[in-house]
């Protein structure tokens, strides 16, 4: 703590004012809304940071939905950061291990600081803001963890977390008087009535949701998700395999491959749109109301009608009734034909993962 002290006193004592600029990460939850109000209350200029990957559950049309507009009226840029191939190489062996379901909680924050500290060095910022609050998450917001997100991201006396600061051993803002530490707060635990109350006092006519949340936080989407990595060349999934988990069913009949069955129109359109070139993309004949099946991986011929008869299970269809299904490879790949007729019910829940 000594030495910690004595470092961000000799940046204290440099000669050159340090910067009123700040790298803000921004969800679109109320904490980290909170934590930019905090700092623009002192004067403070952000540049806001968004970071997604395929796993938000807020990544489309959630609390993030608003983020730009949020910004804008508040006069803060906003910069969106997408994480694709190095997050999927990070969960394949987190250093910190997983939560209860595949959530590297600890390594993904790691991961996002040290993007922030770039930002913070390529805009000439002084510091980093999260809204991160002391105990309100057991798997990466409690005092050890906190400490070594700080170590691991570079970021040591440079990471400031207003809403719990006054917990937290000083920063060099606040040392260095760019932040005043009597603006900032002590909120600890899992309750929100802290923030609520925080976000009336502030005048917030909505007050945001907790966070975005994360899908590999569920225990069925983990074990969609083991699937994918036990199954992917060099252990490692890629952008577009990590998309597909979102949309429809999916099916496991061999290591060798997997099948998705759309659930309605749009996971439909969805699957039609993340087909590569090696995948197989069956679809019904236009008279008759039923899914958009894709496979990924190494597909016999031999097994093409069994994967018809399961297009044909959620098919609108008369039971033994044989149908003409297409067969395409990828999106303009040759297009070829086989008959079936529907899988019994009582099948394809052996094989949903």
Known sequence: MATRHRTLARQRDSSEAPARRAILLLSGGADSTLAMQLMLEQGIELLALNFRTCFCTCSRDGCGAGLRET???LGVPLRSIFLGDDYLRMIAEPRFGYGKGMNPCIDCRVLIL????????????????????????????????LNIIERESGLRGRLLRPLSAKLLPPTYPEL??????SGLLAIQGRSRKPQIELAQKLGFHEIPCASGGCLLTIPRYAEKVRDL???????????????????????????????????DHSDNLALSALAQRDDLVFSPPEEINGPVVLTRGRVPASQWPRIASLLLRYGDIDPGERVEVSVRRGVDGLLDTVTAEAMPTDEPPRYLL
């Open 229 to 263: 990595y036990s199954h992917a060349d060099g252990g490692v999934p890629g952008v577009n395999d990590a998309k597909l988990l979102r949309v429809g069913r999916h099916f496991r009949f061999s290591p060798e491959y997997k099948v998705v069955v759309g659930k």
């Open 71 to 73: 910004c804008e009226g």
């Open 176 to 181: 260095a008087g760019i932040v005043d530490r």
């Open 114 to 145: 040290r993007r922030a500290r770039e930002a913070m060095l390529a805009e000439g910022a002084s510091f980093v803001v999260t809204g991160e609050v002391v105990g309100q998450r057991p798997m990466s917001q409690r005092m050890q963890q």
